[in-house]
T-cell receptor, first 114, second 108 residues
Framework: EAGVTQFPSHSVIEKGQTVTLRCDPISGHDNLYWYRRVMGKEIKFLLHFVKESKQDESGMPNNRFLAERTGGTYSTLKVQPAELEDSGVYFC????????????FGQGTRLTVV | KNEVEQSPQNLTAQEGEFITINCSYSVGISALHWLQQHPGGGIVSLFMLSSGKKKHGRLIATINIQEKHSSLHITASHPRDSAVYICAVRGSNYQLIWGAGTKLIIKP
């Protein structure tokens, strides 16, 4: 069974540019989560999808961040326009339906905004 | 003060030593997770606990719901155990609240 995969693994962009991160969850996993670790801080929740629906986006920092999950399969997280403080590692996780089901994490995307 | 506190922040030990990493939390939880992150790598879920104790190989995780405290133990530690160990709790919603992590180095 393929794990959670994230693309790209690294991205370096200039301030003001747009970047789109992609997460492919494990097939059949209804729950998909995005998390972020910025330098020196704890990992923070960004948002949660159940299938194609956003269940909780309370962790999204501002309206420069847009997440979608087309057809309940893969998800994208777009940052437009990127700012310096958006630099960090963005993790995606997926799990089967239900709250306390085991979560599987991707390798993360390291985003550097210069 | 973070809702999830881990100690120690950093831990260096010799191969073979018994390791304990602690996690205290201040919110009501439905489950507590212990996760592992290797340098440059992704995150791997080690345990999900809501009560009692779980064991997997040389790893043992315990939780005391009344005291809002959990511990992760590693027996007969090995250099390949070197990683960051993170405690995260899930409350009444689906969000995970993360600790800062404990960086563990096991020297041969």
């Amino acid at each position: 069974e393929a794990g959670v995969t994230q693309f790209p693994s690294h991205s370096v962009i200039e301030k003001g540019q747009t970047v789109t991160l992609r997460c492919d969850p494990i097939s059949g996993h209804d729950n998909l989560y995005w998390y972020r670790r910025v330098m020196g801080k704890e990992i923070k929740f960004l948002l949660h999808f159940v299938k194609e629906s956003k269940q909780d986006e309370s962790g999204m920092p501002n309206n420069r961040f847009l997440a979608e999950r087309t057809g309940g399969t893969y998800s994208t997280l777009k940052v437009q326009p990127a700012e310096l403080e958006d630099s960090g590692v963005y993790f995606c996780a997926s799990s089967r339906a239900g709250m306390n089901t085991e979560a599987f994490f991707g390798q993360g995307t390291r985003l550097t905004v210069v | 003060k973070n809702e999830v506190e881990q100690s120690p922040q950093n831990l260096t030990a010799q191969e073979g030593e018994f390791i304990t990493i602690n996690c205290s939390y201040s919110v009501g939880i439905s489950a507590l997770h212990w996760l592992q992150q290797h340098p440059g790598g992704g995150i791997v879920s080690l345990f999900m606990l809501s009560s009692g104790k779980k064991k997997h190989g040389r790893l043992i995780a315990t939780i005391n719901i009344q005291e809002k405290h959990s511990s992760l133990h590693i027996t007969a530690s090995h250099p390949r155990d070197s990683a960051v160990y993170i405690c995260a709790v899930r409350g009444s919603n689906y969000q995970l609240i993360w600790g800062a992590g404990t960086k563990l180095i096991i020297k041969p």
